[in-house]
């Protein structure tokens, strides 16, 4: 039986709100009333094959030739739609350990043999081309990796993903990088790893360092070839997006850099006070990162989930238990929603740690 569903995001629908809410990913929702301008609306539109002024706004975001971006509905579709298009039943995909369990599921439901490559908490989560190497064998199709990574937010240079894009290309397969959180690098924000060669395939979105998730704009980067076979396989998907997000992913598109900012002081503010959160525990730690909106923190004694079960109960709080990323001795933490919020969470958190 293949697998039709994904527990994690069924949890995150239904169980992760709380008054201190640590368990996002993303920044915090940006109101449409202080988009610095705003597009004339119409229902219906010419949007066969994308929208033209919205393929350009992402191409001109992303440096690349409109010929090589897909619009999908989130980096959700993306990435359904990105390994649908590579994707054969019995092929086998490597996915990193601990990874973002959609990513997971998605293969899984496409029918794919998965197997993993580990990022070791013991080396702070780092991407080793190493353990990839290991894994792969002659029936190796897709390599899938998150940078930023979620949970722990730890960047991946360039060097280390031409190291696995070489590894890819050796054995005709892809890389799939899931860039969603990437532009929570706030200086020298790395360029998107499309750059890097003809193997890798990029997904991302307005959702998470933009606080844009309800326009759903999110797209593909792959080379023209594989971005057209993408398109007529999104005919069996989406296949016409609604017009009003596209054209208000347009005008957030010529705002980017003004949304961004409003989202950055929080997430610092936020970064600063997990820092000194981190500095006074025994009980947890975590992979600092200088970026992200998330971190991981793994709780040296005692039951994650029990924790988290008291956190919720007795503090208001809650947090994404490990077990959702199959590191269940962890749990992810987010920032750059209310900084009045993360900070009384994590105070929680602390009292919820002590009385254990
Ligand atoms: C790594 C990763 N990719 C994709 C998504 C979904 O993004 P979107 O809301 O753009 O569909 C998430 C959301 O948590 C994520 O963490």
């Known amino acids: 039986m293949r697998q039709r569903h994904s527990d994690y995001m069924h949890w995150a629908k239904t169980q992760s709100r709380a008054r201190y809410n640590l368990a996002t990913s993303g920044v915090g929702f940006f109101p449409l009333a202080e988009l610095p301008a705003h597009p004339t609306l119409e229902i219906n539109g010419d949007s066969k094959y994308g929208y033209a002024p919205l393929q350009q706004a992402m191409a001109r975001k992303c440096g690349v030739d409109p010929d ?12 359904h739609l990105a390994m649908a298009a590579l994707i054969d039943p019995g092929d086998e995909v490597l996915i990193e350990h601990p990874a973002y369990e959609l990513l997971v599921s998605a293969a899984l439901y496409l029918g794919a043999d998965v197997k993993r490559f580990a990022r070791r908490a013991e080396n702070g989560y780092a991407l080793d081309p190493a353990e990839v190497r290991r894994a792969l064998t ?8 998150t940078n930023l990574h979620n949970p722990s937010s730890v960047l991946t240079p360039d060097s280390v993903l031409r190291e696995v894009g070489g590894l890819a290309r050796s054995n005709g397969a892809h890389v799939l990088v899931d860039e969603v959180y990437l532009d929570a690098v706030y200086e020298n924000t790395p360029r998107s790893s499309f750059h890097l060669g003809p193997e890798f395939i990029v997904t991302n979105s307005l959702t998470k360092v933009y606080g844009l998730s309800g326009l759903r704009c999110g797209w593909i980067l792959a080379q023209p070839d594989l971005a057209r076979a993408m398109w007529r396989l999104n005919d069996l998907f989406g296949s016409i997006p609604a017009h009003p997000a596209e054209l208000l992913s347009v005008t957030a598109l010529e705002h980017l850099d003004f949304i961004r900012a409003r989202a950055r002081r929080i997430v610092e503010a936020d970064r600063a006070v997990l820092a000194d959160f981190l500095a006074r525990q025994t009980a947890v730690s975590a992979a600092r990162t200088g970026w992200g909106t998330t971190a991981f923190l793994r709780l040296h004694n005692g039951d994650v989930d029990a924790l988290l079960a008291r956190l919720r109960a007795d503090y208001e709080t809650t947090a994404v238990p490990g077990r959702f990323f199959e590191v269940p001795d962890s749990f992810r933490i987010g920032m750059g929603v209310n900084s009045e919020m993360f900070r009384e969470g994590l105070s929680r958190l602390g009292r919820a740690l002590a009385a254990t």
């Open 68 to 79: 090589c971006v897909v619009a999908a509905a989130g980096t959700s579709m993306a990435n």
């Open 138 to 145: 002659p029936k190796t199709k897709l390599i899938v990796v």
